[in-house]
Nanobody, 123 residues
Framework: VQLQAYGGGLVQAGGSLRLSCAAS????????MGWFRQASGKEREFVAF????????YYAESVKGRFAISRDNAKNTGYLQMNSLKPEDTAVYYC?????????????????WGQGTLVTVSS
């Protein structure tokens, strides 16, 4: 599956953004999906996970209660709604899919990646 993430931009602290991840090539609903982020000089880190059908979601502690992952399989698109953004949320955000059979937060378990979209939160 090919993925394209978009929707990033510059936002003030406390603001909101919604990232989208458009999938093509294979049946999107065959894959669990995740969002990851990578700040400058840091390793890529897990942000959120959603199961194939959308019934199960998991979040990193740092974003729990502020971010919401969702998907619309009819549109082959996943989303990450980000609210109450903080400067420390500044990073390139990536969407990814996995054929792993259960929840995973490890980037190594995700085989397809989008190109990333930059989110910058100003203080």
């Amino acid at each position: 599956v090919q993925l394209q993430a978009y929707g990033g931009g510059l936002v003030q602290a406390g603001g909101s953004l919604r990232l989208s991840c458009a999938a093509s090539g294979r049946t999107f609903n065959a894959y669990h999906m995740g969002w990851f982020r990578q700040a400058s000089g840091k390793e890529r880190e897990f942000v959120a996970f959603i199961s194939r059908g959308g019934s199960r979601t998991y979040y990193a502690e740092s974003v729990k209660g502020r971010f919401a992952i969702s998907r619309d399989n009819a549109k082959n698109t996943g989303y990450l709604q980000m609210n109450s953004l903080k400067p420390e949320d500044t990073a390139v955000y990536y969407c990814a899919t996995t054929t792993y059979n259960s929840y995973t937060a490890s980037p190594r378990d995700f085989g397809s990646w989008g190109q990333g979209t930059l989110v910058t939160v100003s203080s």
